[in-house]
């Protein structure tokens, strides 16, 4: 066991206390602000990208740029609904009530997300510079054949990437 010093807001004196005596402290905090924000975040993120998936998907002209948007606000809806496992866990106490299928897909949900979610950023930023760097360029060389192959690689690009996820895990 090893002894850290820390200080704490109110005495005059520095506190030596245990690492398990801290944990045991600020655990319950953390994890009752983890639950908090991560409730906030379903509830902001199911709805808000709700809202981008209905309106782009049901009443906007598509666009290259409109998809991509649409590809990320699906994969952010997806990692949302996947978030009342995460608020379980935390309220049982780091207790996984849903089986070891159901933590798998958990997990290859979240890291299919991310990875998803980092992509399409990535091209929507990529797209946007060479719009505003090179708009003649970009007028002509940019097609929606290109913008559909990008698209579709950009889709099946982090499945594939992730595939070893379930394998090895």
């Not at 007028?139 to 992730?162: A, C, E, G, W, Y």
Request: glycine share 4%.
């Amino acid at each position: 066991m090893e002894n850290d010093t820390v200080y704490i807001p109110g005495l005059s004196t520095v506190a030596t206390l245990a690492e398990e005596e801290i944990y045991s402290r600020i655990y319950p905090v953390f994890r009752v602000i983890n639950i908090t924000l991560y409730s906030i975040m379903f509830i902001l993120g199911t709805v808000g990208n709700g809202l981008v998936i209905w309106i782009i998907g049901f009443k906007m002209e598509k666009t290259a740029t409109l998809i991509w948007f649409l590809n990320l606000a699906i994969a952010d809806f997806s990692f949302c609904l996947f978030l009342p496992l995460s608020i379980t866990e935390w309220a049982l106490w780091d207790n996984w009530p849903f089986g070891q299928i159901m933590c798998k897909t958990w997990a290859f949900n979240l890291q299919l997300n991310l990875s998803t979610s980092e992509l399409f950023l990535m091209i929507i930023s990529v797209d946007r510079c060479i719009c505003v760097l090179y708009p003649i360029w970009a007028k002509i060389h940019r097609t929606s054949r290109l913008d559909s192959q990008i698209n579709k690689i950009s889709v099946f690009m982090p499945l594939i990437k992730k595939l070893n996820f379930i394998w090895y895990n």
